[in-house]
């Protein structure tokens, strides 16, 4: 029986496994990597058959997923002979373009990009998709359900793919709570009870958004009432800069993607 294939053995691949093996995902699992310790952990965790030889593992393939770094890509697929069987393949890889994998290793093998969140091991992940013009409908719907067992799945044009990347991370929350539990620490708050709170603020608010599903602009100004504290607190953080800030970030965050590309 054909397996889905991971190349490469990192973080994204432990929790995109994880996840799946929460979900009672059923097809194959197998991973290749150069690393043998992590192919030790990844089967000592998770049960999956490893490979440490490439050409070995893209021939077990139905669904074969590139799950190494960007600057990695090229030399992965170089060591990749092209099939002489129809073969899906999904990169993970941030700012490497279809264009790019389809000069690298073209048909039979066709391709597609996604880009889930680590936070997929809990099946709470998020996915955003591209597909590649030329994959049939069958392989679509194969890649969607593989990423509708951890986490909700979309499908975006190619062109928006870098401002997902840049804004979707989980990286922001965690920012976000580290660096409100510290302001309140230095008023004074031991720091579990700033982590409380600052997560508080963050998590459950926002989960008490989602479920609610009450407009954004209703709590903001429900919540902040002009000359009231939550009013003071976010006028004061936009005048320092937070809303350019964070859009600065989000801007280099596209260009360190498509630096990339070159």
Same mark, same amino acid.
């Given at each position: ?5 991971? +190349?490469?053995?990192?973080? &994204? ?50 669904? +074969? &997923? ?59 992940g ?29 499908? &975006? ?20 709570? *580290?660096?409100l *539990?510290?302001?309140?620490q ?10 409380? *709170?600052a997560?508080? /603020? ?5 989960? /008490? ?19 009231? &504290? ?20 989000l801007? *280099? ?10």
């Open positions: 029986m054909k397996a889905t294939v991971f +190349l490469g053995g990192g973080r &994204i691949t432990g929790a995109l496994v994880g996840g799946l093996r929460l979900a009672n995902y059923r097809a194959p699992l197998l991973v290749y990597d150069r690393h043998p310790e992590k192919l030790r952990q990844l089967k000592r965790r998770y049960g999956v058959t490893v490979e440490p030889d490439l050409a070995q593992a893209v021939r077990q393939a139905e669904l +074969l &997923i590139i799950a190494v770094r960007p600057g990695s890509v090229g030399d992965l697929l170089a060591g990749i002979e092209n099939p002489n069987r129809p073969l899906c393949s999904v990169s993970l890889a941030a700012g490497v373009p279809l264009a790019e994998l389809r000069a690298r290793l073209g048909p039979p093998v066709r391709w597609a990009r996604a880009m889930p969140s680590p936070v997929c091991r809990s099946r709470r998020l996915t955003a998709l591209v597909f590649d013009r030329f994959l049939p409908p069958p392989a679509r719907r194969k890649i969607r359900n593989l990423f509708s067992q951890i986490g909700q799945v979309f499908e &975006i044009p190619e062109s928006q793919f870098d401002a997902f990347t840049v804004t979707y991370s989980a990286t922001h929350g965690y920012h976000a709570v *580290a660096t *539990a510290r302001a309140a230095r008023l004074g708050l031991p720091r579990k009870i700033a982590l409380i *709170a997560t508080h /603020a963050l998590a459950d608010g926002i989960l /008490a958004w989602r479920e609610d599903d009450t407009p954004l602009d209703r709590l903001l100004d429900e919540a902040a009432t002009p000359g009231g &504290i939550s009013s003071t607190v976010i006028e004061s953080m936009n005048r320092a800069g937070y809303r350019r800030a964070v859009q600065k970030g801007v *280099a965050g596209v260009s360190r993607a498509r630096s990339q590309r070159r």
